[in-house]
């Protein structure tokens, strides 16, 4: 059972960065691909970024390109998402998910999904 915690939220001003965390447990992390996905009230989810297993190819949802940067550490078992010049925009539940396929090539499907960590841009 992998088990999917995210950390780094926040109340941060417009044009700030925050750096959100998710650590993984319970399986091989090295070998899934990841995703971030953001979510705010009333609306659907959204996909934000994900990375393949060796960190090689990354992807990102066209609201964040040129702003958000997804990486991993997979001696840590972490994802990060380095997000630079938020806007009030940027303002949701962010949550971290893997495909825990090995080696999966894209498009991922994510199969857990961690809790999320709040991130708020005041304008």
């Known amino acids: 059972q992998v088990q999917l915690v995210e950390s780094g939220g926040g109340l941060v001003q417009a044009g700030g960065s925050l750096r959100l965390s998710c650590v993984a447990s319970?399986?091989?992390?090295?070998?899934?691909?990841m995703g971030w996905f953001r979510q705010a009230p009333g609306t659907e989810r959204e996909f934000v970024a994900a990375i393949n297993w060796s960190g090689g190819s990354t992807y990102y949802g066209d609201s964040v390109k040129g702003r958000f940067t997804i990486s991993r550490d997979n001696a840590k078992n972490t994802v990060y998402l380095q997000m630079n010049r938020l806007k009030p925009e940027d303002t949701a539940l962010y949550y971290c998910?893997?495909?825990?396929?090995?080696?999966?090539?894209?498009?991922?499907?994510?199969?857990?999904w961690g809790q999320g960590t709040q991130v708020t841009v005041s304008s």
């Open positions: 998910a893997a495909d825990t396929s090995l080696w999966k090539t894209w498009p991922y499907e994510y199969d857990y």
């Open positions: 319970g399986g091989t992390l090295s070998t899934y691909a």
